[in-house]
Every structure is written in C-alpha cells, then in structure tokens.
DNA sequence: CCAGCAGCCTATCAATCGATAGGCTGAGCA
DNA sequence: TGCTCAGCCTATCGATTGATAGGCTGCTGG
C-alpha cells in the first residue's frame, strides 16, 4: 500500500469484499454490477480490477473467507467423540455463531443459486459434502436412539436451512444467546426427549472447556479478510 | 391462438412460465437472459414479448401462481377454530404440498432476494404479512401452554425455511407423504409435548373431513395457468 | 371469400455489462 | 535526489442485455 489511506478507514480490498457482499445479499451476484460495488467503495469501476482479476473473484473470496472459518465446511466438526446430540448442538450453534460473526454479509452466497453456477461448482461440492456429513451424525443418532426415526434427508435439509437462516439474521442481532438458541430448535427437530436438552447444552460446554476452546461469553466480531 | 398448435403440446405462453420458471431457479432471475428462455421455448427472443410484456412480468406472472395457489399468503388460514398445534400443522402442510404440486419450479421467486426488487415490493409485502400471522399463531400456542415459550421470531423463520425448503423438494419428490412428514417437524421445532403430535394429525384430517374438504388421499398436479 | 389479427419472424436499437489499455501521481527506498 | 511501482484515473472495447419496429403467414369469424 503505498498511496495514502485515510486514518481508520479499512483498506480498499477490505471496502470491496464489504460492500460486494452488501450488495450481493440485497440485488443478488448477477444482479450487481461491477460499477455499483465501485460507486459503494468510493472508486470508478476498472479500479476495481487492481485489487480482484475479475468479479468472479470477488465471490470467490467471500466463500474462501466463509469456508476459513467454518468448521462444518471444512469436514472438521467439534467434539468428534461426544454423542450425537451433544455433536450436532455444538455444530449447529458453531455454525450459527460463524456466520453471525461474519465480517461480510454473506446472505448472497447462499441465499441463491449462486454455487450452482459452474464458476463455483467446487464450492457447491464442498458444501454437499458437509450436508452428508450432517446425514451420518442422524443417522448414527437415530442408531443410538436419541434421535426419532424420520427421514435424516429431510432432516438434513431442514436444519441446512435453519443455519442459512442465521446468515439472514446476521446483519440484524448481535445477540450470543441466538447460537444456542438456533442450536436448541435444530436438536428439537429430531431429538426424542427434549427434556433432556439442558443437559446435553451442558455437556457441550463441559467438552469445550475440557478441551481447551471454552466456548466464548461474549460475542467477537471478526474483521480480517483470512 | 390462431397459429396451428402442436397436438398434445402446451400453449406458448404456458411453455415461457415453465421453462423461465425452471430457468429461475437454476440461474437465478438477473442470471437468466429472455435469450435463454425463448431458446428452452423454442421460439426467437422477440416473440416472447407477445405474450408478456416485459421480463419482469413473467416473474410477476410466477408470483401471482404461487399466491393463487397459497392460502397462506391469502391471509386466509385453515381451520380458523382449532388449536394452534392443529392449525401449525395444517397450515405447514397445506404450504407444503402447494409447493409440492406445483406445476412450476418456483425456486427461483423465493430462494433468491428477488422480492426484495422494487419492482417486486408488493410480493415482499405480501409474504411479510403471511409471516406475521405465522407469528401471531406461534404467541397464541405459547399463550395456551401448547408450544415451548421460545423467541417466536425465530421459530417463524425457521419454519419459513421450512416451507421454503420444500420448495427444493419439489422437483425431486412427488410423494404425498411428504407434507405430512414435514408439518411434523415443523411441530416438533415447537411443541411441548411431541408425543401428542399423532393425535393433533388425526385431528386435522378429522375437522377437515367436517369442513366437506378432506385431505387428499393422493396427489394431484396442478397444469392450469390461474 | 376475405378482412382482421394472433403469432412468429428478421433486423435492429440504446443501454449496460465485465474487462482492458495506458497515463498520472505520490509514497517508499536506494 | 531520482527510480519504481501500487493505486487510481479516463477512455474505450466487444459482447450481451431487454425491448421495439415492422413484415409475413395462415387460421377464423362475419
């Protein structure tokens, strides 16, 4: 960065990411032009292009940035040995809390068909794979009988739309207790006792601690771009 | 229509709503050119414009469907008299298989930010409200002791990916047990005790036999335009 | 039988799209 | 001091967009 920058303003990439995914989320990837996400950032439309090849790109960055972040994506859940309400709470609640967290909107990316485009069929690949990789812990839940026995698709399918949900709240609460609440709903949908909820909340937190990622008291908000 | 129509073949305007509507959904509405549906119809780009006037009006068209088709978004909800679990159930179900019997792929209207288009508005406006009154249904079964005393925002959205999900489903399943399987989950996000939920189902189908509109015992796709 | 017109066509429009070429400027460094 | 180059600019590209103008054809109702 060698031109001046002005004093507390985020550099130009990070202006770009932020108001492409504002606008990617409100008018959708195919609905915003490079010109306005220019005239957002405060620059004309080529300078864009000295800081992103193209507006694919753009994108790119933002699932790059989301998938960085999310251990869902990244086939690496938490808690691997817990059982599987303790798992699929704390995975939920994970979810939920990283994209609450965002520093982007992220609405956009998943809110439409943007990873079935064939620029982002890698992206849409990643993210069957954790989809199945939620279908194993039902059923392996409805193996043990905590969990009902319905369809785990659909199941699956339903909670993928309660955490795409969460990105649409992101913008709107701030508030920590939304994670475990989402989380408490995604367990209702498929546990057989619900009563039994507050203890599994418990032992989720007990593991965290035990482990040494203390699940967090307060909320942080993310800002660097990876 | 004068011009000779194809035996056994749709009329051209219904043959733009299903394939711009099947377009919608896989590229989105801006990611989809008049180009392409005109060349899915079989017809040159222009003639589109004989049978509506503008691209806008074939999603005006696909939105106006839905709403015929959706007692839901009519504001105008089953079994007024019942008790909320009974009436969630019901009204989840009934949106369920609107979606499921639809003769179009309407992924494309609400998986999208596409009613968030000015031009849209009074759609956003419409579907704002049949949330509400999701709400309003939620409150008044926490009133009754019936449903868990949870953010009743929060319910309503996940029950609104719920329904949204369905709308996935719909190209893939034509199964009627479908809405059933989902109006149970639905309840399950916030019912207290789960185990009254095959009752509440006998219920259902029970009033809507006494109203002279049983539930279907089979599927029938809908084909008429309005 | 023929006038009217629905339905489709070709040709073409202005606007907008994403992207490129090349020039200016000023901070950082030798 | 003077070279380098990141960062932004203006000007402009070809492609594609949604939409219009106007002509041809053949069914249909009077």
Chains 1, 2 share one sequence.
Do not use: C
């Not at 599987?84 to 709470?89: E, G, I, K």
């Not at 949908?189 to 008291?217: F, H, M, N």
């Amino acid at each position: 960065m060698t031109r001046t920058q002005k004093v507390g303003s985020p550099p130009t990439t990070e202006l770009i990411l932020r108001e492409a995914a504002r606008l990617f989320s409100s008018k959708g990837f195919h609905g915003t032009s490079t010109r306005e996400i220019a005239d957002a950032v405060g620059i004309r439309q080529p300078s864009l292009f000295h800081h992103f090849p193209s507006k694919h790109a753009i994108a790119e960055a933002l699932f790059q940035y989301d998938y960085d972040r999310s251990p869902g994506l990244q086939l690496r859940p938490e808690l691997p040995d817990a059982t599987p309400p303790v798992r699929l709470f704390q995975i939920t609640r994970r979810e939920v809390l990283v994209e609450l967290t965002s520093a982007y909107d992220l609405r956009g990316l998943y809110l439409s068909a943007l990873m079935d485009d064939p620029e982002f069929a890698h992206w849409r690949a990643t993210y069957e794979q954790s989809l199945s990789a939620a279908g194993d812990l039902i059923r392996e839940g409805i193996k043990t009988g905590d969990f009902v026995d319905k369809d785990p698709t659909m199941a699956v399918e339903i909670l993928d739309a309660l955490v795409n949900q969460a990105v649409r709240w992101a913008p709107r609460h701030r508030d920590l207790s939304l994670p475990d609440e989402a989380a408490e709903m995604a367990l209702r949908l498929v546990i057989k006792r619900p009563s039994r909820i507050p203890a599994i909340r418990r032992e989720a937190d007990r593991l965290l601690v035990a482990a040494g990622t203390p699940w967090p008291e307060e909320i942080a908000l993310a800002t660097q771009t990876r």
